[in-house]
């Protein structure tokens, strides 16, 4: 990939510029080891930037340089300025592959929100397929599940359609309970749903599966308690006193609606905390220490 847009940036002629030199003044502290090509590159780069030339030349010059050092922010900024001035649409083939390559670099996630075509649903669809793959191939990733939020916030309800993004969340979590980003976005999918009876009930029914299957783990708990506490707290309640000894954050749980009415439960609740989670005795403690 960097060796055919290295060529690519050689087919142009150069010869009417002559490049600014990094300058790391008489004494560098530590001097990079960066390539000849890449030196040669950044050489032009800065000259074209100090000119404002904005042209195709410099669109493949942006393009090798990105192969070479994909966190480069100023060489993506200076690249959507091209791509503006020039009234041309991103080479998506390219920006495929250096978003699988480069998948945990921000900037390239950026640079795709940047470039968005609000009239084309091909777009979005095709924003979707890649952000899927990445995130089938890391579950976890934090840049695609932000980006998949975004896609989301622009389209879901005319390009995506908010049961097959919960049938996606399902088979995630199904792989595995304990994917917190899952259940965030499970959470961001219907968070305008939970007035609706029918959707309570079901998220109810759906977090208690989850939990019995791994009642140690947080995540759900987070979910249901985010759902219900403020607005229904005696069923996070009949949850959490169903869990509470099988699990330390149910326990906690029932403690902090129990510390509302009944502070005689909440001391016994956060006096076998301490017992079982003595790496937050402190937390524990203080929690005690603030009922009358």
Known sequence: MTEESVGKVLEHNWDDLSPIEQDDG???VASIAYTDDYKTMMGYLRRVMEINELSARCFDLTTALI?????????????????EQLGAKEDLKWL????????????????????????????????YEITQQVILDDTKHYHAWTHLQWLMKQRLG??????????????????????????NYRYFLLHKELTNKEVLDGEREYVENKIALAPQN?????????????????????VAEKYSDK???????????KR?????????????????????????????????
């Open 26 to 28: 008489p004494h560098p």
């Open 218 to 238: 947080e995540a759900p708990w987070n979910y249901l308690a985010g759902i219900f506490e403020k607005e229904y707290p005696q069923t996070l309640m009949t």
């Open 158 to 183: 005319s390009v995506f359609k908010l049961e097959d993004e919960l049938d996606f969340v399902n088979k995630l979590l199904d792989l595995d309970v304990y994917n917190n980003s899952a259940w």
């Open 67 to 83: 192969d070479m050092n994909p966190a480069h922010y100023t060489i993506w900024e200076y690249r959507r300025r091209i791509l």
């Open 260 to 292: 509302k009415d009944d502070h005689e439960a909440a001391r016994t609740l956060y006096s076998r905390l301490e017992e079982l989670n003595p790496v937050r005795k402190g937390y524990w403690r203080y929690m005690k220490a603030g009922l009358a």
């Open 96 to 127: 495929d592959e250096a978003t699988i390559e480069h998948s945990k670099n921000y900037q390239i996630w950026h640079h795709r929100q940047s470039i968005r075509y609000d009239d084309d649903e091909s777009y979005y669809k095709h924003e």
């Open 247 to 257: 699990s330390i954050h149910g326990m906690e749980v029932l403690a902090r609606l």
